[in-house]
């Protein structure tokens, strides 16, 4: 069964520095998302992306994170300067009708 | 934006056990999904349900969408059960924005 997958599993970053996590999504879908989870807390929409741009945004998507979709296969995210407050589990999901398949995820820690 | 809130936040049951969560959610939805999150983090799929029943196996699920609330059944319970459920819904306005409730810690106990 074709899955969502992400790169990479953990990453470990200073403050201030900028991180790209990547996602390959299922090949047909059309639909891609970022979703965040900090420790302990609910899973929070970040934004998703339809035919390459921006189709909604959570308040949480500031100018430090943008998205694209560089070639026909992936789908990345960009933190431009982390804060520390950026820790988190950062998850991509795609669809192709209403169903969302989440990938396993990148566990970012900022020091 | 829509509310999702979830009971209870915490079940603790003996393996073989049965059990009912709970999702409420305050608004008409399109999208209703039920996920688990393992040990690790993983959010797995379980349903998309945003009206009617379904059945997996030992999991089944309802949603009565007029009375805007879900309900997920887990049958003879198994250690391998436990992990975190949440349930996540996208309003009829805002259909690709999932929101998720703030999950059920469920421990099966063997």
């Known amino acids: 069964e074709p899955e969502v997958t992400q790169t990479p599993s953990h990453q470990v970053t200073q403050m201030g520095q900028e991180v790209i996590l990547r996602c390959v999504p299922i090949?047909?879908?059309?639909?891609f998302y970022w979703y965040r989870q900090i420790l302990g807390q609910k899973v929070e929409f970040l934004v998703s992306f339809y035919n390459n741009e921006i189709s909604e945004k959570s308040e949480i998507f500031d100018d430090q994170f943008s998205v694209e979709r560089p070639d026909g296969s992936n789908f990345t995210l960009k933190i431009r300067s982390t804060k520390l407050e950026d820790s988190a589990m950062y998850f991509c999901?795609?669809?192709?009708?209403?169903?969302?398949?989440f990938g396993p995820g990148t566990r970012l820690l900022v020091l | 934006g829509i509310q999702v809130e979830q009971s209870p936040p915490d079940l603790i049951l003996q393996e073989g056990a049965n059990s009912t969560l709970r999702c409420n959610f305050s608004?008409?939805?399109?999208?209703l999904q039920w996920f688990h999150q393992n040990p690790w983090g993983q959010l797995i799929n379980l349903f998309y349900?945003?009206?009617g029943t379904k059945q997996n196996g030992r999991l089944s699920a309802t949603t009565v969408a007029t009375e805007r609330y879900s309900l997920l059944y887990i049958s003879s319970s198994q250690t391998t059960d436990s992990g975190v459920y949440f349930c996540a819904a996208a309003s009829s306005g805002s259909a690709r924005q999932l929101t998720f409730g703030s999950g059920t810690q469920l421990t099966v106990l063997p």
């Open positions: 999901a795609s669809s192709i009708g209403k169903t969302q398949y």
């Open positions: 090949s047909n879908h059309l639909y």
């Open positions: 608004d008409s939805v399109n999208n």
């Open positions: 349900i945003p009206s």
